[in-house]
Antibody
Framework: QVQLVQSGAEVKKLGASVRISCKAS????????INWVRQAPGQGLEWLGE????????TYAQKFRGRITVITDTSTSTVYMHLTNVTSEDTAIYYC????????WGQGTLVTVSP | SYVLTQPPSVSLAPGETARLTCGGNNIGNKGVHWFQQRPGQAPVLVFSSDTDRPSRIPERVSGSTSGNTATLIISRVEAGDEADYYCQVWDSTSDQRVFGGGTKLTVL
């Protein structure tokens, strides 16, 4: 069965960087985009960006360009999302999700940014 | 940037039909995806205008898109349908994926 398993919760200081992983299994990994989506406390869903595993090509939401990097390790079917210079507004649950349909989602990773 | 507009909340009695709307410029020309999110859980795809309903989603769930409005239809709502519902599209002009603000469905 398709599974996306994310890394554990993170607590970061203002200005630090955070890296979250998303390990895929149960399907042909290179054939589907992986998206990153976040949800701040009590708020809606916000798309951060995506990667095409076969080529490594990325598209990022305009709001995060310059701060976000998404890479893939096809040997382990894992996608990494790296966000730099975090602020309190980056406190959120971060999800990875498969494909243009977002048909499967990871369990979410809570990132807390503290002063 | 492309904007999707959803009503913040909809309330219905059990057995009624929920019609959750998502407004966007010429959304009828786009692929629209709908997600259900229960408290404390990850979102779940419940309908896609490209691929219809995932097999694990009941037949009571359907969708339609026309002009500037997409609609998720849930027939015979029940307590288990209480959740937040989000629409999403890909805007080809900006090459950005966009979510609506979400609608909280309450079953009275």
């Amino acid at each position: 069965q398709v599974q996306l398993v994310q890394s554990g919760a993170e607590v970061k200081k203002l200005g630090a960087s955070v890296r979250i992983s998303c390990k895929a299994s149960g399907y042909n990994f290179p054939y589907y985009y992986i998206n990153w989506v976040r949800q701040a406390p009590g708020q809606g869903l916000e798309w951060l960006g995506e990667i095409t595993p076969t080529t490594g090509a990325t598209t990022y939401a305009q709001k995060f360009r310059g701060r976000i990097t998404v890479i893939t390790d096809t040997s382990t079917s894992t996608v990494y999302m790296h966000l730099t210079n975090v602020t309190s507004e980056d406190t959120a649950i971060y999800y990875c999700s498969r494909g243009g349909d977002f048909d499967f989602w990871g369990q979410g990773t809570l990132v807390t940014v503290s002063p | 940037s492309y904007v999707l507009t959803q009503p913040p909340s909809v309330s219905l009695a059990p057995g009624e039909t929920a019609r959750l709307t998502c407004g966007g410029n010429n959304i009828g020309n786009k692929g629209v995806h709908w997600f259900q999110q229960r408290p404390g859980q990850a979102p779940v795809l419940v309908f896609s205008s490209d691929t219809d309903r995932p097999s694990r989603i009941p037949e009571r769930v359907s969708g339609s898109t026309s002009g500037n409005t997409a609609t998720l239809i849930i027939s015979r709502v029940e307590a288990g349908d209480e959740a937040d519902y989000y629409c999403q599209v890909w805007d080809s002009t900006s090459d950005q994926r966009v979510f609506g603000g979400g609608t909280k469905l309450t079953v009275l």
